[in-house]
Structures are given as structure tokens and as C-alpha cells.
């Protein structure tokens, strides 16, 4: 439970992406999105694309992540205690799975809706038609794709919290 507790708050204190796409060139990108649920960077021919709401989500997000470590730790320390076991949650397991699933959630809508066939992890070509006026612009742009170190990291940080709430003893009664 404290190895959970400390992994999810360096997770959730890390600035680093979870999952990575490039698009165009890898020194100078036409398109570049790094998601974690503690960070959203967009850059769109090298300017920023800034969503106000975003922000506040990955702050929510970051903030509850580390009090579900707080309180595992908490629970850890508190062990012998009976009700120690109610401060341990599946919040820091059910994170990054949920963080694939929506991901991946995401990638098929944009196949779906705009015909983008971006990859998981990966490289590929993805073909798209920019309209002008009445004709359409067809581009060829290469797209490099990559699930970081950092998603691993909150992956075994989740299973330690699975690990954590399954194995905690229930403590004995005063």
C-alpha cells in the first residue's frame, strides 16, 4: 500500500506525457499531442492550442489522484486499525485503464468521423483532404505514435493499488 501510495503521487506530480503523437517531422512538427491525464499539450504548426476547460479537468484529475494517495498511504500506516481498509481505492488501477480505453475510444471516432487513421503506437501515413473553396487539397502526413514509460509507470502504480486493496488485512477490532 505505500509503495502504491508513493507511486501514484509521483504519477500524478509527473508533468511527463502518457501517450505521444507527432505528426509531419519529428524536429519540426506540423502536429504535436502529448496526453496524460495530468497534462493535455497541443501544438499545431508550432503554435499552442490552448482549451480553458482542459486545465481545469487535469487539475481535478491531478488533485484527486493524490488524495487517493494520501489516503493509501494513510491506510498503510494504519494498518492494525479496522477501518484502515476503507482508505484504499481502485482509483489509481481503474486510471490508466481507463486512460487506454478512451484514448483508443478517441482514435476511432477520429477514423470514423474525419477518415484520420491514427495509430495507437506506431508510425504511419495519414491521408486527409483539406477543402479550398470548391477543390480539396489532398496531404500525406507521416505520424509517429507512442504509449511513454510514464503510462507503464501509472500501470504498475494501479496494480500495486489493486494489489494493495486486495491484500490489506482487514485489522483486528478494538
Known sequence: GL???FLLSYVALSDRAWWVLVGG???RPAFLAQLSPFRV???VLGEPVIIPIILYLVLGTRLSILVVAGMMIAG????AKSWSKH???LDGFWMPLGFLILLFIGLEFLKLKLGLSIPLAG???VDYAL???EEKILTHIPVA???TWDYWMALAAGLLSLAAKLLHPTGQRA
Do not use: C, D, K, Q
Request: aromatic share 8%.
Open 3 to 5: 509503495l502504491a501510495g
Open 25 to 27: 517531422s519529428l524536429e
Open 41 to 43: 499539450t497541443l501544438t
Open 76 to 79: 498503510s500506516l494504519t494498518a
Open 87 to 89: 482508505l484504499f481505492s
Open 123 to 125: 508510425r504511419s501515413l
Open 131 to 133: 477543402p479550398y473553396g
Open 145 to 147: 505514435a507512442e504509449i
